[in-house]
């Protein structure tokens, strides 16, 4: 094998996931410029989730389940969201959701059959990404939760970019 070859037996893969991180991000970056203008007109937080859920259940592809878990007398339940019917409630300190208010960050799951205790509620799921939202004094009220029907799906763009859409939900325009 020659020096050019060798270089690109692990350079095609690499080079393949940076160009699908730039379109992620692009469209990420869209995504947020549209909804700043959108959640400007309500500050209510419900109203905002509900919109946020929509607009990337639609536009992101690797998107199957979209919505927030509120946090509400020390539980985790649905809030609004977009894909199949979900787990009403979810049991306590279990699971991706739980993982993330308990932690108190974002938790990125490339398998979900390898995340012990994870919660099943639609047996298509194959990886998640979990993200705290915080209100303006800093605590948890809600857990956004998006699963894809694809392994690996969400890396640190994804993580990057929910975190700074999360934000607009108690922002003050
Ligand atoms: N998988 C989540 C439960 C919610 S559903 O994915 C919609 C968890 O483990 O917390």
């Not at 050019?4 to 095609?12: A, V």
């Not at 940076?18 to 419900?46: F, W």
């Not at 009403?88 to 995340?115: I, P, S, T, Y």
Request: proline fraction near 3%; charge should be negative.
């Amino acid at each position: 094998m020659s020096g050019k070859d060798n270089n690109s037996y692990f350079w095609e893969p690499i080079k393949e996931i940076l160009m699908e991180d730039k379109k992620k991000e692009g469209r990420y970056s869209r995504i947020y410029k549209q909804l700043e203008a959108l959640l400007a007109k309500t500050d209510d937080p419900l109203a905002r989730m509900a919109s946020i859920c929509a607009v990337l259940h639609h536009k992101m592809d690797h998107y199957f389940w979209t919505g927030f878990y509120l946090y509400k007398n020390d539980s985790l339940v649905v809030g609004p969201y977009q894909g199949p019917v979900a787990c009403q409630e979810l049991e306590k300190d279990k699971g991706v959701c739980w993982a993330a208010l308990n932690g108190g960050a974002a938790v990125v799951v490339r398998d979900v059959h390898a995340f012990p205790g994870h919660i099943s509620c639609d047996s298509r799921s194959k990886s998640e990404i979990t993200v705290p939202v915080f209100n303006q004094k800093k605590e948890i009220v809600a857990i956004f939760d998006v699963d894809s029907d694809h392994l690996d799906s969400f890396g640190e763009v994804d993580r990057i970019a929910l975190n700074g859409i999360m934000d607009l939900i108690h922002k003050k325009f």
